[in-house]
């Protein structure tokens, strides 16, 4: 069985990570922000954002081409944002699956409500993926195990 690529992409505080760390136990989990934390101190800078960005892809290419399956967990607003990883996918010939989660709990980065309807606003759909919501944390995490 061929490895996968796994992208779980929504707004801020829509339930990515705790989907996908209750969905994928064991699998290789990345975000963008993991790159800000240093010393176990989350330490967000803006500016660094693209550093954030490409570290996450050459991370995720780098396990998926020793075998590995990967989960890849951002908010992933654009068609675009998600095309890319899935020429990572294909070059490295994994397969390739997109979650969206859908829920609204309060946010790690604590944004705004404004801030956070300005991602729902820009949220693209992606063509198949699947959906995941639940009031109490994407339970649905439950039947894909």
């Known amino acids: 069985?061929?490895?996968r690529l796994i992208l779980v992409r929504g707004i801020p505080g829509s339930g990515k990570s705790t989907f996908?760390?209750?969905a994928f136990p064991g699998t290789l989990l990345l975000e963008n922000d993991m790159f800000h934390i240093h010393q176990g101190r989350y330490e967000?800078?803006?500016?660094?954002?693209?550093?954030?960005i490409s570290w996450c892809m050459h991370t995720a290419e780098a396990?998926?081409?020793h075998g590995m399956d990967v989960v890849v967990c951002n908010t992933f607003t654009k068609r675009r944002f998600v095309e890319v990883y899935q020429s990572i996918a294909q070059e490295c010939g994994a397969g390739f699956i997109v979650y969206r989660c859908t829920g609204h709990f309060q946010n790690q980065h604590r944004l705004s409500a404004s801030m956070v309807a300005?991602?729902?606003?820009?949220?693209?759909?992606?063509?198949?993926?699947?959906?995941a919501s639940s009031e109490h944390g994407c339970e649905a995490a439950d039947s894909l195990s």
């Open 20 to 22: 996908a760390q209750r």
């Open 44 to 52: 967000w800078d803006g500016k660094k954002m693209p550093e954030a």
């Open 118 to 131: 300005n991602f729902e606003r820009a949220m693209e759909d992606w063509p198949g993926e699947i959906v």
């Open 1 to 3: 069985m061929a490895n």
């Open 63 to 65: 396990a998926l081409k």
